[in-house]
Nanobody, 123 residues
């Protein structure tokens, strides 16, 4: 099993920045791809970004150029640096992980999930 714990959410004004972290524990050797998803009230969970073990990345169009995903394999941690935040970025952000190497964007392709961390961007 793999456990994921997110941190770093909070309240920020539009145009501000936040950095989310996700620490993995357990059978971390089985993890290949890690990703971030988000879910706003009344909406479906949506893909934000993903990163492979060797550093390949993929972003949703809505965050491209503003968000950066990175990982530290030695620390089993993935990060999401969020800049130029907008009110529409407000959501619960979830960390996810999967054993396969492909950078999938669908939630059901990820086997492991964190509990989520709230990000609120005020206008």
């Amino acid at each position: 099993q793999v456990q994921l714990v997110e941190s770093g959410g909070g309240l920020v004004q539009a145009g501000g920045s936040l950095r989310l972290s996700c620490a993995a524990s357990g059978r971390t050797f089985s993890i290949n791809t890690m990703g971030w998803f988000r879910q706003a009230p009344g909406k479906e969970r949506e893909f934000v970004a993903a990163i492979g073990r060797t550093g390949s990345t993929y972003y949703a169009d809505s965050v491209k150029g503003r968000f950066t995903i990175s990982r530290d394999n030695a620390k089993n941690t993935v990060y999401l640096q969020m800049n130029s935040l907008k009110p529409e970025d407000t959501a619960v952000y979830y960390c996810a992980a999967r054993s396969g190497g492909y950078l999938y964007t669908l939630p059901n392709e990820y086997a492991y999930w964190g509990q989520g961390t709230q990000v609120t961007v005020s206008s």
